[in-house]
């Protein structure tokens, strides 16, 4: 394993450190329980938004803290669920009257913690469950899972808070932006998680993972590996089938490296995928290309589709101000 | 090799289309010649600034194309120097009345093109070398080449010139950000080039490249792998040599990823950093993580510190609008 780490129980604590030391003017971090919360609190009486996760998903969630996005963000140890104690304390810190709204994503151990920090929390809440990963079929035993919508959900969801909407518009807002959106992701290598060494999965070097996962999980099947106009095109199949927009549909267009694809490469696929689209006469209203929702080192990319209506372009538009995304601010 | 490509005469094409119609409202491509160019060009009478070099590197330069900081970027095949045609018509293209200012990284292929494209060029011009690597002697026979630090004078100079400082005023500024300036990395893998479809170099799972170029060049020594404390102590003690920061002395510090390298490593290492120069009584003033200049897929990082003055905090905190740097525009 080739990493730049001291020890594998040093890793995270420091690299938060680090996170929140290089980005001080946008967030701070608390010390147990971890969390990252915004450095500039929000008005009385705006809805607070709190996500979290597994780490190595980076910059996902803590890079999307601070205005006009989330309020706290939860990290667990590399690809584990965060505990309920660091979600009722960064509720507590972050509250503004106005209601708490758990932003999750769909893995087991995410929805039971995030579960049972909402039904113990004092202060009301809700919760938007995101499970936009359609590489699995609706009726899987455990649902499908969340992966690189998240974050236009959390900056959606995020502007409409900072707006004033309160915690059931909020809640109403990010289930339908997530019911609009549809991913899907291939992987040509697999992760290495620092606490196991090597790379969690096997694959040839003429092979790939359609539908794979974030966490290094295989995905929908194995298939030789192919050139990119027909990754794209089998990717960005899937998700027309799904969400099936209109021609004169608008939408966003998100292309998500997994971490260790070059941009030159993540652009490459945006061309393809626009293209897709376009010939559908689907209008590609918004964009956003880069290594948002990663997988610690995988090669890989991911393609996000979200069908756009005029709140939600109003929405992506509005001012933010996090580490990862800026805008308008 | 396993990358998302069709070919490689077209990837560079298909991945600047890509780029382009993902950043239409900060960019434009031409096309015969290829340069990227602000979409809103600056006000009458603003010295332009052109960058450009090898493809690879992204978001280097092209990324760097908006307000407050590049004027036009020209891009090269992979690892290649672009044309002088391609300056010349860039210069032509978001020329303002008040000269064009070339900032060139220092490899022989792009001091000679971007040299003949001066001479050429019929706009009062002047040019800044950028050369912080300190991995080579000063003595080096071809000089120190241009690495991360390159972004720290395209930012501040770009700022100087949305401002209105004249041409004269650009290039000494240039020049003193570049000699406040030094930069070296360390590689963890070679990078691939599609073109030769396997690594660059050979490095064993137990040896990491010191001192190594943006290119997948050979760097200062290979070296046994260490951790990350012993790594950056490494990196750190090049540049404090170089620059001799005193206590009390502000600095940037900045943590550029090589493409490869996950964030949470990088703010592992930005942390370890920060720590080396504040138990110096350093004072980090001003920080950037990320992957900013990249060479492909390789893993590895750099540390670049520049040393500061109010002059150069002002334009650093000065408001920029382009791809990969966004914030207060």
Redesign the interface.
């Known amino acids: 394993m080739?990493?730049?780490?001291?020890t594998i129980d040093s890793?995270?604590e420091?690299?938060?450190?680090?996170?929140a030391?290089?980005?001080a003017d946008i967030v701070e971090l608390n010390q147990e329980p971890h969390f990252i919360k915004r450095a500039k609190l929000g008005s009385p009486g705006k809805v607070v938004l709190i996500s979290g996760g597994g780490?190595?998903h980076?910059?996902l969630h803590s890079?999307f803290v601070g205005l006009g996005m989330l309020d706290a963000a939860c990290p667990g140890q590399?690809f584990t669920s965060p505990t309920p104690d660091q979600m009722l304390a960064a509720a507590e810190a972050v509250d503004q009257g106005g209601g708490v709204l758990f932003i999750v994503k769909n893995y087991a151990g995410d929805v039971m913690n995030f579960e049972i920090a909402a039904e113990m929390l004092e202060i009301p809440n809700a919760t938007v469950l995101v499970n936009d990963d359609v590489s699995l079929p609706k009726t899987h035993s455990i649902g499908r899972r969340g992966v690189a919508g998240t974050l236009i959900v959390e900056k959606m969801v995020g502007a409409a808070a900072e707006a004033g909407a309160d915690l059931a518009a909020c809640k109403a807002l990010g289930d339908r932006i997530n019911q609009s959106t549809a991913s899907i992701g291939v992987a040509?290598?697999s992760c290495t998680v620092p606490a196991l060494g090597k790379p969690t999965f096997d694959l040839g070097?003429q092979e790939?993972e359609m539908g794979v996962g974030i966490h290094g999980e295989h995905g929908r099947e194995t298939l030789p590996?192919a050139?990119?106009?027909e990754?794209v095109e089998h990717l960005a199949r899937a998700i027309d089938e799904e969400l099936k927009p209109q021609p004169g549909q608008s939408v966003l267009l998100h292309?998500n490296g997994f971490?260790?694809?070059?941009?030159?490469?993540?652009?490459?696929?945006?061309?393809?995928a626009?293209q897709y689209w376009e010939q559908r006469g689907v209008v590609?209203a918004r964009?956003?290309?880069g290594?948002f929702t990663?997988s610690?080192?995988m090669?890989g990319?991911s393609l996000t589709l979200t069908l756009l209506d005029e709140e939600m372009i109003r929405l992506w538009d509005a001012p933010v101000?996090t580490a990862a995304l800026?805008?308008g601010a």
């Open positions: 080739k990493k730049f780490i001291n890793l995270l420091d690299s938060l450190k680090g996170f030391k290089a980005h780490s190595g980076e910059p890079g590399i040509l290598t070097d790939m590996l050139n990119a106009s990754i292309v971490g260790a694809t070059p941009l030159i490469e993540l652009h490459l696929i945006y061309h393809l626009a590609i964009s956003l290309v290594n990663t610690l080192d090669a990319a101000n800026r805008w």
